[in-house]
């Protein structure tokens, strides 16, 4: 009983476990969300112009249901930041000279704010300090507009725009690289060329306003000055993320702990069960003294909440040490004022309840038969059990098997449902492992789809200001540098029936090999001379297909309106990409070889020197380099999956476990007799161990090829699940993953059926032929 | 004890023979001596019945007899086995080769028919009956494929001899074989075995404490507290029909 006990007290400690993890860390995140963006006002609506002057801050204002507007400045620049070789980009955000309430406040986490006057003081963001171990009163050097400047570190603050600090365009974050400096606004102004002017702008709404009414009246205001198109909340790449985070935090505490509660109740089930037939004759001597049907009852429900009470402690105790684990990790990509763990009492009553429920679900359903017994049928021996033909002679499979296999088929007949749910248990193990490695084989080969055949260039350089075709000759110039790929990108609403989505439509020479679009099979699309490849994604959103026209409306310069016809769809996995070829886009916008950035091939030996050099030229505000960005990426995922594979594995275990451990159990106490019988006529060890654990065995065969199965239909539901905008996890099943998860449960299998074999082989055969089943 | 002088002149050598065997194991805290030094011959073909109330020490006879039970000491052979301290492997190889045993209920496997119940002993047999031979031997010829279940006690019995004979054992060991059984089917149960003795020369040991069966019987062997009291040859074996009790 104690082995069997503790058994069904691990599988319930996971599913408090995992319930308490998950709904903490949700409650934790959500809280946190919730009471940073209302403390420090983030903002409703953002839209980013090109230049727009200072008092069109009013007819904002006056757009009904609007609360407050915020002009700023925002530009990305190049920065040089001690120790680190690649040049970083920084988001410089223009802030007001004296500290006054704003939207998108910041909490100052160290240092203090700008003082009037104090030239060339930055607050910069604590993810990016953290990572290049930057501290209040170092400086580091960014090209404003062209000059370098040093800035020197005043504060260190947090923005709740930045929660998730990620350069846009890119899945991963990369803190070392790209930081956020908030500098003062007269400085920014007086930079950039921008007094009296802004070029970015966040809204509040009022409780109650129009969302949509509000972004079309924005749109017609900044229309004249360039707005790349307001947009609310839902795009905002920081909330976007964080959101998803809380919505998968939501489905997987309430998947999980459903799993194992579930095996709980089944476990507890077959166990009370067998128990109540063991102790028939104690149960009639009981009825017999004048005991109620409830206090019977009660007893055995006792029984269960022995699990229960000690599977709680443990899985509370467990869930608490995991929430603080995920809160530890969560701090590392979500950047809070404080993050605290918020494991509220109720969440660890309704944990326990929950569990309390799920075990009693499956005791009582075996303690009523206990209870109905009258005593006197209570004390004869229970009847023998009863075999009718059945499969094995439906199935014609009789002479096919020797006595010992069919004894093994026809008990498993005989309990068609303890056996069919032993399966759907030890198969869904197999599948937790499965769909658990699903993220992780779908991110790994998501990146190699992504880097080895997409994004195929080393460095990729965005130019502060557009570029005549001259820019190329220059950067070939440069150390090391073994190829040039110059691109022009152009912010555009792509607008199809009703449907209408902001992208960047990004033209591609014809010759290009650093990056190309590329279909579901990995091969290039080839870029048509005119018209459009759009990822199939996108086409997705917009409801078109290849031959469809659109109407393309551009966000920039004259924002010429143009239909275009879509040629070719492209199968990338990252973002919404829509490609053009790079000479029809220039007829498209009537211009002549303007470029926004370029891709390089770069000699690795060579990379210090072209490091530096891009670090001293100022047209250059973005500096992305594959090789480290990958590098930080494979680092920090690498880490992550050898904890997740550990819980999976750990999870995986335990259910095989609690499964095959008790089914070996309970086929032992109900037909320990029978094997000692075979014993006695001259049957070996191995013999009758092979016939005891067949029945695991054959439940395992059974439950490999559905736990396969399962796990590849819950690798398409996550494949769904996941599929962002920002990025889409292909569907892969690999093999070794699987053959992982089967190695996993086979060996929890085996191990748990020796375990139980032991008791058979230390069994004493005259004890057992005396005591009348 | 007058024991061994008693014993009739038997010209063949013993199949089995015990030396000084006593069985001492503990019941909780208590000792318990279930056989305190017997001497005990079982020749080919015989048909003996061991006689004694209950903690006589006679199942425990039978158990070290059949291999199921090693003595605490003195000497057990059979032919030119040593079953005095065999390993479980060799008691486990002497069973399979060499006894069939009946239990007083039956242990019949309830998921297999009876013929199946028969094949498993056969299976893991050198020169088995065929398994609806035995079941016909028994009179069991048209229950073939009826499930234990489905069997009355008598007929569950006469499987479990099935079983026990079908694998041509050298010497058939049966504990109470008709304790479960009404009277007329336990004659019938009692021809079955002696019929097995006689047409297959198996040697068949029955324990019981029905004394009304002795007279089928070539010897019989009165166990007491543990002690061999008393061995009895009858001239002339009683056919079961015309037992009584």
């Known amino acids: ?773 | 004890m007058p024991i061994l002088q008693s014993q009739p002149v038997m010209p063949r050598e013993p199949v089995f023979r015990m030396r000084e065997v006593t069985k001492c194991y503990l019941l909780g805290d208590v000792e318990v001596h279930a056989l305190r030094g017997v001497d005990l011959d079982l020749f080919a073909g015989e048909f003996i019945v061991v006689l004694g109330p209950s903690g006589s020490g006679k199942s425990t006879l039978l158990n070290i007899l059949g291999g199921l039970d090693l003595p605490t000491s003195g000497e057990v052979h059979y032919l030119d086995h040593n079953l005095t301290a065999a390993s479980d492997a060799a008691l486990t190889r002497f069973r399979r080769e060499h006894v069939g045993f009946v239990f007083q209920f039956y242990n019949l496997i309830p998921s297999l028919t009876a013929l199946e119940n028969v094949a498993l002993v056969t299976d893991i047999a050198d020169h088995p009956l065929d398994p609806s031979e035995a079941l016909r031997l028994v009179g069991l010829g048209d229950r073939l494929n009826h499930f234990p279940s489905q069997l009355s006690g008598g007929e569950q019995q006469r499987v479990a001899i099935a079983r026990a004979v079908a694998k041509r054992p050298d010497v058939l060991l049966c504990d109470e074989p008709t304790g479960a059984l009404d009277y007329a089917t336990g004659k019938l149960v009692l021809e079955v075995l002696e019929r097995v003795n006689r047409e297959l020369g198996t040697i068949v040991g029955i324990i019981t404490h029905n004394a009304a069966i002795t007279g089928m019987a070539d010897r019989v062997v009165r166990v007491s507290s543990g002690a061999i009291a008393e061995i009895h040859c009858n001239s002339a074996r009683i056919s079961p029909s015309e037992l009584s009790w």
């Not at chain 1, 600090?165 to 974050?173: A, C, L, M, N, Y």
């Not at chain 1, 959101?243 to 476990?267: H, I, K, M, Q, W």
């Not at chain 1, 591609?508 to 090999?513: R, S």
Request: charged share 20%; aromatic share 8%.
């Open chain 1, 1 to 773: 009983m104690r082995g069997q006990l503790l058994a069904v007290t691990l599988v319930l400690a996971c599913g408090v476990a995992t319930y308490v993890t998950m709904r903490s860390a949700f409650r934790s995140l959500e809280l946190a969300q919730a009471d940073y963006y209302s403390s420090f006002r983030f903002a409703d609506i953002f839209v980013h112009l090109r230049r727009a002057p200072v008092s069109l801050g009013a007819a904002l204002a006056d757009i009904s249901g609007v609360t407050s507007v915020q002009t700023r400045i925002v530009m990305d620049v190049s920065l040089d930041i001690p120790g680190l070789p690649e040049p970083a980009t920084g988001r410089l955000i223009s802030i007001p000279e004296r500290r006054s309430p704003m939207l998108n406040d910041l909490f100052l986490r160290e240092g203090r704010y700008l003082e009037p006057g104090g030239h060339g003081e930055v607050l910069i963001s604590e993810a990016f300090a953290l990572a290049n171990r930057l501290t209040v009163g170092a400086s580091l050097d960014a090209v404003l507009n062209g000059k370098w400047e040093r800035l020197t570190i005043v504060g260190i603050a947090l923005s709740p725009e930045y929660i998730y600090e990620i350069r846009p365009s890119e899945v991963f974050p990369d803190n070392r690289r790209f930081g956020v400096l908030w500098m003062s606004g007269d400085v920014l102004e007086s930079s950039f060329n921008m007094k009296e002017a802004f070029n970015d702008v966040s809204l509040s709404l009022s409780r109650g306003a129009d969302e949509r009414e509000v972004i079309s009246r924005v749109d017609r205001v900044l229309s004249r000055y360039g707005s790349l198109g307001a947009f609310s909340r839902t795009d905002q790449i920081s909330y976007r993320f964080l959101t998803d985070e809380l919505g998968e935090l939501r489905a997987y505490g309430f998947v999980l702990p459903l799993l194992f509660l579930g095996v709980v109740s089944f476990l507890l089930n077959v166990l009370l069960s067998r128990l109540v037939s063991t102790q028939r004759a104690q149960i009639a001597v009981l009825k017999a003294f004048g005991y109620t049907r409830y206090e019977i009852g009660l007893h055995y429900l006792e029984l269960a909440l022995v699990a229960v009470s000690a599977g709680a402690v443990l899985g509370v105790a467990a869930g608490l040490w995991l929430s603080v684990g995920l809160m530890n990790l969560y701090t590392r990509y979500f950047h809070f004022p404080a993050l605290r763990l918020q494991s509220a009492p109720d969440i660890l009553i309704v944990a326990v309840a929950i569990a309390a429920g799920a075990a009693c679900l499956g005791a009582v359903a075996a303690v009523r038969r206990a209870v109905a017994l009258a005593p006197a049928e209570a004390m004869r021996p229970e009847p023998p059990a009863t075999f009718r033909p059945g499969l094995l002679e439906r199935l014609g499979l009789r002479t096919f098997l020797s006595p010992a296999s069919r004894m093994v088929v026809r008990n498993l007949d005989r309990r068609r449902w303890r056996a069919t749910f032993s399966v759907l248990a030890v198969s869904l193990s197999i599948a937790i492992i499965v769909a658990g490695s699903y993220a992780i084989d779908a991110v790994e080969l998501l990146v190699r789809i992504q880097f080895q055949s997409v994004q195929r260039e080393d460095v990729t350089l965005v130019f502060q200001e557009l570029q005549s075709s001259r820019a190329r000759y220059e950067l070939a110039r440069l150390p090391g540098v073994l190829r040039v790929e110059a691109f022009r990108e152009i912010p555009a609403r792509l607008r199809f029936g009703h449907r209408k989505r902001r992208v960047g439509i990004l033209g591609l020479p014809v010759d290009a090999e650093l990056r190309r679009p590329v279909d579901s099979h990995l091969r290039p699309v080839v870029l048509p001379p005119t018209g459009l490849v759009l990822n199939k994604a996108l086409a997705e959103l917009l409801v078109a297909r290849p031959g469809d026209t659109i109407t393309v409306e551009v966000l920039e310069g004259a924002r010429p309106v143009r239909e275009v016809t879509i040629m070719a769809l492209a199968d990338e996995p990252v973002g919404l990409g829509v490609y053009m070829d790079l000479s029809a886009l220039h007829r498209l916008m009537r211009e002549g070889e303007t470029l926004s950035g370029a891709w390089l091939r770069v000699d690795a030996r060579a990379a210090p020197g072209l490091y530096a050099s891009l670090k001293r030229t100022p047209s250059i505000s973005g500096v992305a380099v594959r090789q480290v960005m990958l590098a930080s990426f494979w680092k920090s995922f690498g880490e992550s999956i050898q904890v997740s594979t550990a819980f999976l594995v750990g999870f995986a275990v335990t259910i095989a476990f609690g499964v095959v451990y008790n089914g070996a159990r309970v086929a032992l106490s109900e037909r320990g007799h029978e094997l000692a019988s075979l014993r006695v006529l001259g049957y070996t060890r191995g013999e009758i161990t092979r016939i005891l654990l067949g029945e695991q065995a054959a439940l395992l065969l059974a439950a490999i090829p559905l736990g396969v199965v399962l796990g590849y239909l819950l690798s398409i539901l996550l494949s769904h699940f996941f599929a962002r905008e920002l990025f889409r996890l292909p569907l892969v099943a690999n093999p070794a993953t699987y053959a992982f998860a089967i190695l996993v449960v086979v060996i929890a299998t085996l191990v748990s059926g020796l375990i139980v074999a032991r008791r058979l082989w230390h069994m004493d055969l005259t004890e057992v032929l005396k005591a009348r089943e």
